[in-house]
């Protein structure tokens, strides 16, 4: 199935009022909602951030799509970036009202995160396909071990490194997060939590990464894929409009859903099944780099 026939033109207020209800829309909407709420079902069910679901279904629906390889992942990475920002603003004033968001944490992780960001929006912006397909592989790869044999209660030490090495985590964390699209939470809170950070604490402060690494991150894909070619349409740079127009809902509304499926099952198997999701993902995409 041909998609790259439907090229981006106008923005998103414009193209919305008209959009073209061809059989190829209507598929690439369906997806799109499904793609949302599965998101929306397992942020709510373990706690992750949506980007690490939104990405590789992203990636794979625009494969099914035909779209042209040389911009698929950037273009997951971007939409995924995008649709972050409103769920993190979401997140973050709802942890507040609470009390559990680390003011002082995150103020102090903010400039890293950001310089990490651009640092990690900069090298996306040059790299191709193949290495950015590749950074997503290997760093879910290693979140999906993680999930399976990693116990909640390990500790790294006792506090967070202060120093050089103290601006060096979220200066990493940042950059590698921007590369892959995703949030603060996967790899914020297993950071945060192995430098004894409560669980809940960590949770809530990473959900303020998480808008400190969209937004510019979001901008700078925008940018870097300013005038490309071969964009399916509703595109702005590496950004769908159409895929964040449709994801953002859908996500929001699963959510609770996830919620309430939590309580009712057993938290570890529901790791080992997502982190066997994860693995399955990055060796499909190391196929389809290498096979």
Do not use: Q
């Not at 079902?41 to 949506?50: I, R």
């Not at 592989?137 to 116990?151: D, K, Q």
Request: aromatic share 8%; net charge positive.
């Amino acid at each position: 199935m041909r998609f790259n026939s439907l090229k981006k033109d106008p923005p998103l207020i414009v193209w919305a009022s008209a959009l073209p209800l061809t059989p190829e829309i209507m598929i690439l909407v369906a997806l799109l909602v499904i793609v949302g709420l599965f998101a929306g079902v397992l942020a709510g069910l373990l706690g992750v951030g949506g980007g690490i679901v939104i990405v590789p279904a992203l990636y794979h629906v625009f494969g099914y799509l035909e779209i042209d390889p040389a911009v698929r992942m950037h273009l997951a990475v971007g939409t995924s970036l995008a649709t972050i920002i409103p769920t993190s603003i979401r997140s973050v004033l709802s942890h507040k009202k609470k009390g559990a968001v680390d003011g002082a944490l995150l103020k102090s992780w903010a400039a890293p995160l950001f310089v990490g960001v651009l640092l990690g929006t900069a090298m996306a912006s040059v790299v191709d396909n193949t290495g950015l397909t590749m950074v997503f592989a290997v760093v879910a790869l290693g979140v999906a071990c993680h999930m399976a044999f990693v116990s909640g209660e390990w500790r790294l030490r006792d506090s967070l490194p202060k120093g050089p090495a103290g601006g060096l985590i979220p200066t990493v964390i940042g950059g590698i997060s921007a590369m892959m699209g995703i949030g603060g939470g996967t790899l914020g809170v297993p950071t945060l939590t192995a430098f004894s950070v409560p669980i809940h604490r960590a949770v809530a402060t990473a959900a303020g990464f998480g808008l400190i690494i969209a937004i510019p991150g979001t901008a700078g894909f925008l940018l870097a894929g300013w005038g490309a070619g071969d964009l399916p349409f509703g595109s702005v740079g590496y950004v769908n409009l159409l895929g964040f127009a449709v994801i953002v809902p859908a996500t929001l509304l699963a959510v609770p859903w996830g919620v309430k499926i939590a309580h009712w099952l057993s938290p570890r198997p529901l790791r080992l099944a997502f982190a066997f999701f994860l693995a399955a993902t990055s060796l499909r995409m190391f196929w389809d780099l290498f096979g």
